[in-house]
């Protein structure tokens, strides 16, 4: 499975940006999607996961009621709605998929793929 991760770019405190993951290759092996981000000088951070196959979501607490998480199976394609963007929401971010398990980690070491990272820049 390969996945391309597209969208970031530089908006103000406030704005909204819409990132975008396409999966390809084994898509049919995928049971989760989930989203990472990496601040300069931080730890990877867990942001959000979706169930491929059903409708389940997990969020982390810092962008729940801001971020939303949708997939289209048809364009094997994860989205990251992102709304009122903050200063602190500034990372890489990284898609990553998972081939087992319908869980929704929160756990870097349960995924199996991970895209090149994207990067988002908020501006105060």
């Known amino acids: 499975v390969q996945l391309q991760a597209s969208g970031g770019g530089l908006v103000q405190a406030g704005g909204s940006l819409r990132l975008s993951c396409a999966a390809s290759?084994?898509?049919?092996?995928?049971?989760?999607m989930g989203w990472f981000r990496q601040a300069p000088g931080e730890e990877r951070e867990f942001v959000a996961a979706?169930?491929?196959?059903?409708?389940?979501?997990s969020y982390a607490d810092t962008v729940k009621g801001r971020f939303t998480i949708s997939r289209d199976n048809a364009k094997n394609t994860v989205y990251l709605q992102m709304n009122s963007l903050k200063p602190e929401d500034t990372a890489v971010y990284h898609c990553?998929?998972?081939?087992?398990?319908?869980?929704?980690?929160?756990?870097?070491?349960?995924?199996?793929?991970w895209g090149q990272g994207t990067l988002v820049t908020v501006s105060s």
């Open positions: 979706c169930n491929w196959r059903g409708g389940s979501t």
């Open positions: 290759g084994r898509t049919f092996s995928i049971y989760v």
């Open positions: 990553a998929a998972r081939k087992s398990g319908s869980w929704l980690s929160t756990r870097e070491d349960a995924y199996d793929y």
